[in-house]
């Protein structure tokens, strides 16, 4: 079927909206009209090739929209049913069987490489292939094509055209506090860089019931906002060592931190500032061969450095645990969001890039 797509074609290049071919679903595939798909920094990463997939490419994955066909094999969801995408994995392996899907082996292969796992494309352009199936999507067009391993049924009393991002960067950041870190009532917490990740993990601190939510940041912009979503304190590193005034604030320094930048000195500065037996989770990702230095007299005092991908959440469970705290007014992730149509995706890329918008969502 035809359908309309941003179609990244050279390194760094723009977006461009064109017709683009539609593969018909699969017996085991589900035919999503799209209704908003979040901007995330990882669909930047792909377009400047640091994510090597092949071009030209359709990216974008944090889609939420309607069921309009699914495959014979499908029993997940039905026509007219509302859903989120979210990240794709095997489900066999032992990481997948254990409930820990982020940790999927197979999920770079899965996901970034621009093909179904049986190596065909989803999309075709003038009969040349266009790489598709992005995280199991490719939603920065009018319709995507998703399996029961990538879609999640949500309620039909909230609204679907922001619900996106939870498929990624929002589950990212407050599951990296509800599902990774888990801090306990009354807790302190540090997060490094108030992007849309740090945001959600802040809207997460709060909802967890934390004492005390630092947010560091060098946007002084951001740092405010910050504050309105619940942050106790705010920091700017170019004003203050933050390690210094984590210790001040929290006196023997913080039970848990979160590195959201993937700068090495960042990753420091988190692992420093806690206390005896505190831990740092580690979401930021950095360039392979990043190397980051600690001091082993720190980790010896009992400090632990946890990696966390996509949150450590199984989207099935998590996305509707997020939509049920919202509907409660308890994580209203809505405050970080603003709406662009599709053909403004150029913009909606240059505002997140420039720190003017939190989490954009562009809509067909």
Avoid: W
């Amino acid at each position: 079927m035809k359908i309309t797509a941003a179609v990244v074609h050279e390194k760094s290049g723009p977006f461009r909206l064109e017709s683009v071919e539609l593969d018909e679903p699969r017996e085991d595939e589900i035919l999503v009209r799209i209704v908003g798909c979040g901007v995330c920094h990882t669909d930047l990463v792909a377009r400047d090739q640091h994510l090597p997939v092949p071009l030209p490419a359709v990216f974008g994955h944090e889609g939420s929209g309607v069921v309009e066909r699914v495959g014979s094999r499908v029993t997940k969801v039905q026509p007219g049913d509302h859903v989120v995408m979210s990240y794709l994995t095997c489900g066999t392996c032992p990481s997948c069987l254990k409930g820990m899907p982020s940790h999927c082996p197979s999920f770079l292969p899965l996901n970034v490489a621009g093909v179904r796992p049986d190596g065909t494309t989803t999309l075709s352009q003038n009969g040349a292939p266009v790489r598709g199936s992005f995280f199991g999507q490719s939603s920065f067009a009018t319709y995507a094509l998703a399996r029961e391993r990538n879609v999640v049924k949500v309620s039909k009393e909230v609204p679907l055209e922001i619900l996106g991002p939870l498929g990624c960067g929002v589950q990212t950041g407050a599951g990296g506090v509800l599902n990774s870190l888990k801090p306990p009532v009354g807790s302190s917490i540090v997060v490094f860089g108030a992007g849309s990740v740090g945001m959600s993990a802040v809207l997460a601190a709060q909802a967890a019931g934390c004492a005390v939510i630092i947010a560091v940041d060098i946007q002084p912009e951001r740092l405010r906002q910050a504050a309105q979503l619940g942050a106790t304190h705010t920091l700017n590193p170019k004003d203050r060592n933050p390690v210094e005034e984590i210790r001040r604030i929290t006196g023997i320094g913080a039970d848990y931190s979160l590195e959201c930048t993937a700068l090495p000195q960042v990753l420091r500065q988190a692992v420093d500032c806690l206390r005896v037996g505190g831990t740092c989770g580690l979401i930021g990702v950095a360039a392979p061969g990043v190397e980051v230095a600690l001091e082993m007299a720190t980790l010896l005092d009992g400090r632990t450095i946890k990696g966390i991908v996509e949150g450590d959440s199984n989207p099935d469970i998590f996305i509707p645990q997020l939509i049920e705290l919202y509907r409660q007014g308890k994580f209203p992730f809505d405050r970080l969001i603003r709406t662009y149509s599709l053909d403004q995706i150029n913009q909606a890329v240059e505002d997140s890039e420039k720190g003017r918008v939190l989490k954009a969502i562009v809509r067909p």
